[in-house]
């Protein structure tokens, strides 16, 4: 039973504009959550987290927002780069057990 | 600090061989966890190390891989016999402190062929 589902495997968006990505939870222990980010035959980076006593987090270019009723949080990118073409993996963590992580997205930013 | 280390880069290697996957940990990182990525079941982690100690190995698919963490700047992931379907991308992460993000290696290509 996947914890932390990422339902979209690609999304494409055009260059300039805003990239939204989303990622579901199913367990109500995690209180944070990450994001992070994957090119090819790199591992992956951190990007921005958020604590579950925010609703969000705000960094540059990239704000993840989260709403714990829903079990829902998500990542915009604004405004889209070619360099942000990569795997975005969501990922939630509670107490010392490591991190649960989605499948991933594949975001493609087109010029 | 140079980062998690991981060796080899890329692995290929014949059904039935032993495979042994290295990593070195960010000093001071009390924290290791293994994690393979695949196209099908994305990033899961394995086993996780926490001050040398295996806390849990509940991830580990079969007897056939096992984990060892000798001492604070070490760690191995070793699968005998290994088999086509163990082909991955393996990602050795550490840990500063609890609640923290995890810092990857570079990961190791594994093909069994």
């Known amino acids: 039973d996947q914890q932390v589902k990422q339902n979209s495997p690609s999304l494409s968006v055009q260059e300039g504009r805003i990239s939204i990505l989303n990622c579901d939870y199913t367990?109500?222990?995690?209180?944070?959550f990450l994001w992070y980010k994957k090119y090819p035959a790199e591992g992956p980076t951190f990007l921005i987290s958020?604590?579950?006593?925010?609703d969000k987090n705000e960094d540059g270019r990239f704000t993840v927002f989260l709403n714990k009723s829903a079990k829902h949080l998500s990542l915009h990118i604004v405004p889209s780069q070619p360099g942000d073409s990569a795997v975005y993996f969501c990922?939630?963590?509670?107490?010392?057990?490591?991190?649960?992580f989605g499948k991933g997205t594949h975001l493609i930013i087109q010029p | 600090d140079a980062g998690v280390i991981q060796s080899p880069r890329h692995e290929v290697t014949e059904m039935g061989q032993e495979v042994t996957l290295r990593c070195k940990p960010i000093?001071?990182?009390?924290?290791l966890f293994w994690y393979r990525q695949t196209m099908m079941r994305g990033l899961e982690l394995l086993i996780y190390?926490?001050?040398?100690?295996?806390?849990?190995d509940s991830g580990m698919p079969e007897d056939r891989f096992s984990a060892k963490m000798p001492n604070a700047s070490f760690s191995t992931l070793k699968i005998q016999p290994s088999e086509p379907r163990d082909s991955a991308v393996y990602f050795c992460?550490?840990?500063?402190?609890?609640?923290?993000?995890?810092?990857f290696g570079s990961g190791t290509q594994l093909s069994v062929l």
């Open positions: 367990n109500s222990m995690f209180d944070y």
């Open positions: 958020i604590s579950s006593i925010k």
């Open positions: 992460a550490t840990q500063g402190e609890a609640n923290e993000k995890l810092f």
């Open positions: 990922a939630a963590g509670g107490g010392a057990d490591g991190l649960t």
């Open positions: 190390f926490n001050n040398n100690v295996p806390i849990d």
């Open positions: 000093s001071g990182h009390n924290s």
